[in-house]
């Protein structure tokens, strides 16, 4: 627990320091937080209240058991071809959870960077859209996020990019839409 309190304190020392003036967030840091939060929520083992039940889903597709025509109707698509892919090799689980969680930080920071202060930006998300959201429920949290990128293309005028977006969302869960 004092892990996750000391990655919040140095979110939080950041927001303090930084302005709307003097941005904080260059490129190296957004690299460099980028990598933090991809192997920080992409590598967890055993976190998250619904790491059992995405464990036994990638191990039916893992195995071909229940046949893969009858689990394609259950979940959303970009989810199961991922655990396909990935069921292919011997740590799969593991490099699974690492490409939701990349696709999860790169798009946070995305949207965090256009905000005027985006370092109070993650020090809001990290205790509860960080830890509970992205490390509890990986196919809800890659939704969201990808539906966050969408209001910034809305914000920008771009209606059906926008919708296109939402729709690649809805391919994690249905809950983007």
């Known amino acids: 627990m004092i892990t996750y309190f000391l990655i919040w304190c140095v979110f939080a020392f950041n927001a303090l320091k930084e302005t709307s003036i003097n941005n904080l967030f260059s490129k190296n840091t957004k690299l460099f937080l980028f990598l933090f939060l991809s192997i920080f929520i992409g590598l967890r083992y055993f976190v998250g209240c619904d790491y059992d039940t995405y464990w036994e889903i990638f191990y039916q597709f893992a195995n071909n058991q229940q046949g893969i025509d009858r689990q394609l109707d259950r979940l959303e698509p970009a989810f199961t071809y991922l655990n396909i892919f990935f069921g ?72 059906y990019r926008s919708i296109l977006i939402i729709v690649f969302a809805t391919t994690f869960h249905r809950s983007a839409l």
């Open 88 to 159: 292919q090799f011997d740590y799969g689980y593991h490099f699974l959870n690492l490409i939701l969680g990349s696709i999860f930080s790169f798009c946070l920071i995305k949207f965090c960077s256009t905000l005027r202060r985006p370092w109070l930006a993650l020090t809001a998300a990290f205790p509860y859209f960080i830890i509970v959201v992205a490390m509890g429920y990986t196919r809800q949290s890659v939704g969201i996020i990808i539906s966050l990128i969408a209001l910034l293309y809305l914000e920008k005028g771009k209606f």
